[in-house]
């Protein structure tokens, strides 16, 4: 006799943490106030934002566009939008006007909910929006630019909090996020009902991140990034209390969080978790009482893996994966781990999670062993993992039913992953993707650039940063700072290399291609003068 068969949609994840869960809490920190909710409460203000939406005339299908920093607005809208059959559309806060234009006008959407704190940047991006756009904006909107914008919580005050969520086939489309990639135009994600299901679901389990009711979570990862990294649903679903901290991801505002709160783990970048040790310096930090803290975006250096040990007490963990895949890997120990090569086991890439099929491939798409020596280029599939970008953009990336995930390592016969290198030549910066090749490209527009090349170089603060090398034509003047500025109209200004140096040829290979491994040769030796841009004076 086989099993019901039941559709598995967001609607359901909802229900089911408001009714079981309904005494946990989400607490927004905005700065100067905050405000708490509990589960129920949330459900409350969730029904009340479905009907306001379907007063305003939003169908199963329609696009609402987020733009927002980590806040109870943000998780009502997570919420509600797909529960009630239309598509959450994820705006990045960093992305600039350009390429916010260029998303919004793919998505064709009714509607933008926004935090008024972003108003300005959002208003750059007007000549995308379509004659009927309704604007809503969590908080007093001051730009005068932006009219006829609707105040989020007058329209959801006097609604119902009950709506009747619709039967809608799993399959079909809830949450649209972008990634920059490498070159052109933001690449639509879509993640279906059942995607996101499936990887709440697994995530919760106790061989992954073990998350429960029991759990308190500091959310620093931008929930536009793939949904906080897929786990915002997990945490809503398990009932784990939320601490979303708004824009105040400074250090001594995530430390008072860690105080009062008492977070039992936290989802940050490797940036942010050593800009808490360089605030807190020689002074020890007691974090017992934090079980693991997450880390990813870009790889943890194992010296912040063991500072954090020694001076707080408490383990990074670092997660695997892409806005494509969602989670690969974790790099909790195995069970037969010593405790003194615990640190070495963190400081890996991680160990497969169930549910991705994982294989490494050579460079004509043969599978290799997985003996934890054959390196190749890694590829995935699984219930989570895109097998398409929005649209059918960059159909490379996808190989026999694969998704190709740039980079190159090795997996061992027990589906431990090790990265190597990358494939392409991206430079991650503060968890941000920045495209060399993109830098490249708009600098050669320059006429006073014969060439140019930019490499990423590893950086105290942001792992890595941009560093520019550059051939002036006809020996005009090299002024980095004036070339800084010639960029910023095109690039977000945390995206602009500080750091650029002069030279008379770019090296090439035997073929014509510009040879970056003499160049990342030239800066280990030391053999550069470097000049660093002042880039508050841009």
């Keep these: 006799m086989m099993a019901h068969t039941d559709q598995l949609l967001i609607s359901k994840l909802y229900e089911f943490g408001r009714l079981v869960h309904s005494r946990s809490e989400v607490i927004t920190h905005y700065g100067t106030k905050s405000t708490t909710f509990t589960f129920a409460e949330t459900g409350v203000r969730i029904g009340k934002l479905a009907n306001a939406l379907d007063k305003l005339g939003i169908k ?11 806040s109870q607005t943000q998780l009502e809208c997570y919420l509600a939008i797909p529960s009630m059959g239309a598509i959450l559309q994820t705006l990045n806060t960093k992305f600039y006007s350009e390429q916010l234009s260029y998303i919004l006008q793919e998505g064709k959407n009714k509607i933008i909910i926004f935090d008024a704190k972003l108003a300005d940047l959002l208003y750059e991006s007007k000549k995308s929006f379509s004659p009927d756009l309704v604007l809503i904006a969590a908080g007093e909107c ?9 105040d989020y919580e007058s329209i959801i005050a006097n609604e119902n909090s009950e709506f009747d969520w619709p039967l809608l086939d799993e399959r079909e489309p809830a949450v649209i996020c972008y990634t920059t990639g490498t070159t052109g135009e933001p690449k639509g994600i879509v993640y279906s009902h059942r995607t996101i299901y499936l990887h709440s679901v697994a995530m919760a389990t106790a061989s992954n991140m073990g998350i429960t009711a029991k759990d308190t979570a500091l959310v620093c990862v931008p929930m536009f990034h793939a949904l906080a ?49 360089n605030y807190v310096k020689d002074d020890t930090l007691d974090l017992s009482f934090v079980r693991y803290i997450l880390s990813g975006g870009s790889a943890v250096p194992k010296k912040l893996i063991e500072t954090f040990r020694s001076k707080c007490n408490t383990r990074i963990v670092q997660v695997y994966g892409s806005t494509e895949s969602l989670m690969c890997s974790i790099s909790f120990p195995p069970s037969y781990a010593k405790e003194d090569e615990e640190i070495e086991w963190l400081s890996q890439t991680g160990t497969l999670v169930a549910g991705i099929d994982f294989r490494v491939v050579d460079p004509n798409g043969k599978p290799l062993p997985h003996d934890g020596t054959s390196a190749g280029e890694f590829e995935v599939k699984g219930p989570w993992v895109i097998t398409s970008y929005l649209n059918g953009k960059d159909p490379h990336k996808f190989h026999d039913g694969w998704f190709r995930m740039g980079d190159l390592g090795t997996c061992d ?53 941009p560093l520019v090398f550059v051939v002036m034509k006809n020996e005009t003047e090299f002024d980095p700072n004036g070339l800084a500025s010639w960029l910023k109209p095109k690039f977000a200004k945390w995206q602009i290399p500080e750091y650029w140096v002069k030279v008379d040829n770019i090296p090439r290979t035997s073929v014509g291609k510009v040879d970056k491994k003499q160049l990342r040769k030239l800066y280990s030796e030391d053999k550069l003068q470097i000049s660093v841009v002042d880039k508050s004076t841009i």
């Design 60 to 70: 199963p299908g329609d696009n609402i566009a987020t733009f927002g920093m980590n």
């Design 142 to 150: 001051s730009n005068s630019n932006l009219s006829d914008v609707l």
């Design 229 to 277: 990294w897929g786990l915002t649903y997990t945490m809503w679903a398990e009932g784990a209390n939320m601490i979303l901290p708004y824009d105040n991801i400074q250090p001594k505002s995530l430390l008072k969080f860690f105080e009062t709160n008492r977070p039992t783990f936290a989802l940050g970048v490797p940036t942010i978790l050593k800009d808490i040790l």
């Design 413 to 465: 016969a027990e589906g431990h992953v090790q990265i190597a290198d990358r494939i392409k030549d991206l430079i991650k910066s503060g968890g941000e993707w920045i495209s060399s090749i993109e830098l490249e490209n708009s600098l050669l527009q320059n006429e006073f650039i014969n060439e140019t090349s930019v490499i990423g170089i590893p950086d105290e603060q942001w792992e890595e940063r």
